[in-house]
Structure formats: structure tokens, C-alpha cells
């Protein structure tokens, strides 16, 4: 049939070149794998591996029967929940009027980016969706290369060499710390320090913080607390609470940026109209205090605070490099130690690199250049979460979270990482 022929195949120009996102396909790569009998190592999606709390599943449970279209904003009760959660946490004073609800904090990022008309900056590496965002929208795009004696984070000074340029410019930077891809986080001098320059040139700042509440040592910084009126704070569910399935995100906005929150309710009431009503009913225990929901945290982190170093410390023995990991659950290692090596197996850019590693040995990573880097870096993202959450978590209770923790209960995952460094000295 010539049907098709009739109709052109006219598309933005601003898709070209970009394809599926690449955590979503090494997921579905994975899957296949696994479905065909291959066993795989999965350290390339970063979903958190623990399960939903039992109090926010049993509400959710409760709350299946909802079925109502909600406020395009977002459940009221939810709204004034996650005030009183980030104000708690943050030291921020909002209430229900500063935040929106969405599925998915991605979601209203790429709102957010389609209501605010400026340049992105964005420091090299990160995650893998804000710069195709951007593009799709057609918004400048500035990448900033970080360095490695900075955690791979981006630095004030930095920040201004970039504004000095045009001080007019109306600009975006996003921060996302704990840093997915490289696991490390700003300390509370170099947040001040940016804020004073997004102060300075009136920098709009989102602060992506889904991986705030699982620092190692439990105590979320934010720059909110120092630019609190030109910071918009990004969370979730999907991190911190096991329930990335769930697609439930929030935008908490500062007073004076009402009329960019309101331009963002029409986006969204023309879009997706409103979240899931039983996800959002569900979500008030979430965000409420609870002494629940505080040892599962407590939980969360100590295991990943025991799991993170000790894969840190495997590969930096095999000489693949990276930052020290401080929270969520991501390494950014180096591979170019083994450069001439991977000549000489005729690779030569990491996407290369990592499917020959897949395919030969069953390990899934990202390559860096998914996340900004140049693919002639041999880098990658690597998640360590390729364990039963549930089982860690009953485990902890009664075990010592040290290294003969990790080797019990991650037997497969380590399998997998020594795969890894024996097939890079081969």
C-alpha cells in the first residue's frame, strides 16, 4: 500500500540527532538480554533497588479507589505535605502555594525549560536528560567541562567566567547533587559561592536534589538556603522512596517566581492535566513526618554508605578512577588507564567500548558521553544497585554493615565487576 506516501514524514529538526534516552535503553536492552536466557549484570539503570515503604504501599492500597481528576497543581494536601518535608529538610519557609505536583520531576523540567526563555548551563558531566530537553525545545545549550580534582561538580568561578560573557542573558543552571552521574555533592562553601553569583547575574537556579535524602551521612545542604529567591527545588518519589514506577515529582518555587510557576500550571494543564490521583493520595505519608519513613531512610543510606566505597575501592585497585561517591548510588569511573589496550582491541570511543563489555561479558554500563563527556574518555556511568534491596534491608537489621556485609549479600554484582576488570587486562 502507498497510503504512508500521502503523508510526509515532517519532523522537528530540533529531534535530529537524538534518540531514546539512554538509561531508558539500556534498561530495555537488559531486559531482552535476560529474557533470552543471558545472565546480566545491571549496572547501568539507576532505579533504586529497595522497595516502597510498607506505610506508603498500604496507602496506595487505601486510596485505589480515587479516581478524580485532581488540581492541575496538584492534590492540596500533598502540596502542603511537601512544604513542611523540603522546609524541614532544607531550612526553606514554603508552603502549598510554591509547589506543583507532576509524573515525574522530568516532566516539569521539560515545562519548566519550555516556560522559561534563556540559555542552559549545565555542568559535563550529568544527567543524561537535561540538555536533550533543551534542544527539543531549541534553547542554547552551554556545557561546562568539570574536573576531576572538583568531584566533577560545577565551580563558582566557573559559573562566572560564563555570565561575564553577557550579563543581560536570561540563563538556567541546573544543580543536581548527589551528582547522577558521579555520586558526589556540593559542600556548603561552593554552594554559597554559586549562589552569590546566580545572585549577581540573576541566574535562575533549579536545584535537582531526587537524590537529596540519600547523602551518606544524612544531611541535605541546598542552595536554596542561600539563593532562596532565585531557587526552584526539584524531588520525587522515584529515588529516595523506591517508586520511580510511580512517576510522582515536585517543583517548590520561591515567592517571587510565581508568574514562572503559574506559566507552568497552563503547560500543564494543557499536557498531562494532573497526576495520578491514587499516586498523590498515596504520597501524603510519603512526605509527612513519620518515624517509619525515618529509619527506612536511615536504612537506605547506611547500606548504600557500606556498598558505594567498597565498589569505589575494587575498581580504584584495578586503576579505573573516578570521585569518592557521597550519596545516591552512582560511580563515574575512568577507564583510560587501559587506553593503548582498547586501541588495540579496536575501540576507540566508549559507546564501543561498553557494548563489547555487554556483550562479552554480560555488564551493563552508560557511557560518559551519554551524559556530556567525549566519547574518546572511556567513561561511564555505573550504578551499584544490582541487588535485592528487600533482602539488604532485613538483613541490616541484624547484620554489621562492613565489607563481609557487602560480599554476602552482592555476590552478584561483584562477580560482575571482576568480570569487568579481567576483561580489561586481557
Not at 488540581?71 to 506543583?100: C, M, W, Y
Not at 560545577?154 to 538556567?172: K, V, Y
Not at 506559566?263 to 505519608?285: D, L, N, R, W
Request: charge should be negative; include cysteine.
Amino acid at each position: 500500500m502507498a497510503s504512508n506516501a500521502f503523508f510526509p514524514a515532517t519532523i522537528n529538526q530540533n529531534l535530529f540527532g537524538l534518540s531514546t534516552s539512554a538509561t531508558v535503553a539500556i534498561n530495555e536492552q537488559s531486559r531482552s538480554m535476560e529474557a533470552a536466557g543471558k545472565t546480566v549484570y545491571r549496572l547501568g539503570f539507576g532505579q533504586s533497588p529497595f522497595p516502597v515503604p510498607e506505610t506508603v504501599v498500604q496507602a496506595l492500597k487505601d486510596h485505589a479507589h480515587e479516581k478524580d481528576y485532581l488540581p492541575v497543581r496538584g492534590l492540596p494536601e500533598l502540596r502542603q505535605a511537601i512544604a513542611g518535608f523540603v522546609n524541614r529538610r532544607k531550612g526553606t519557609h514554603a508552603d502549598a502555594s510554591d509547589v506543583i505536583i507532576g509524573p515525574g520531576s522530568k516532566e516539569l523540567m521539560f515545562l519548566l525549560q519550555l516556560s522559561y526563555y534563556g540559555e542552559l548551563i549545565i555542568p559535563a558531566p550529568c544527567w543524561v536528560s537535561y540538555a536533550p530537553q533543551a534542544q527539543i525545545i531549541g534553547r542554547r545549550i552551554t556545557r561546562v567541562a568539570t574536573k576531576i580534582e572538583n568531584n566533577l561538580l560545577l565551580m563558582p568561578e566557573e559559573l562566572e567566567a560564563i555570565c561575564q560573557q553577557d550579563p543581560e542573558r536570561s540563563r538556567l543552571v541546573i544543580l543536581n547533587y548527589p551528582s547522577n552521574p558521579t555520586g558526589t555533592a556540593y559542600d556548603t562553601k561552593t554552594l554559597q559561592g554559586l549562589a552569590e553569583v546566580a545572585r549577581k547575574y540573576k541566574v535562575l537556579v533549579l536545584s535537582d536534589e531526587i537524590y537529596g535524602e540519600l547523602l551518606y551521612h544524612g544531611h541535605a545542604d541546598s542552595i536554596a538556603a542561600y539563593y532562596p529567591e532565585g531557587t526552584i527545588i526539584s524531588g520525587g518519589l522515584s529515588k529516595w522512596c523506591g517508586a520511580g514506577g510511580w512517576r510522582l515529582g515536585f517543583f517548590v518555587f520561591p515567592k517571587g517566581l510565581k508568574r514562572l510557576e503559574d506559566a507552568m500550571a497552563v503547560c500543564a494543564s494543557e499536557t498531562f492535566t494532573s497526576t495520578s490521583a491514587p499516586i498523590q493520595y498515596a504520597a501524603v505519608t510519603a512526605f509527612q513526618p513519620s518515624e517509619a519513613i525515618d529509619a527506612y531512610l536511615d536504612l537506605a543510606r547506611n547500606i548504600l554508605a557500606v556498598i558505594g566505597p567498597y565498589v569505589y575501592h575494587l575498581l580504584e585497585s584495578n586503576n579505573i578512577s573516578m570521585p569518592k561517591p557521597e550519596g545516591g548510588f552512582y560511580l563515574f569511573p575512568d577507564f583510560s588507564y587501559y587506553r593503548e589496550t582498547l586501541l588495540k582491541k579496536g575501540i576507540r570511543t566508549d559507546e564501543e567500548l561498553f557494548a563489547r563489555l555487554l556483550n562479552e561479558t554480560g555488564v551493563a554500563l552508560l557511557p560518559g558521553s551519554a551524559f556530556g563527556v567525549p566519547a574518546s574518555q572511556f567513561t561511564a556511568r555505573l550504578s551499584y544497585v544490582d541487588f535485592d534491596g528487600a533482602a539488604l534491608m532485613a538483613a541490616a537489621k541484624t547484620q554489621i554493615l562492613d565489607n563481609q556485609f557487602v560480599e554476602q549479600h552482592c555476590a552478584k554484582m561483584i562477580t560482575g565487576l571482576n568480570s569487568m576488570c579481567t576483561w580489561l587486562k586481557a
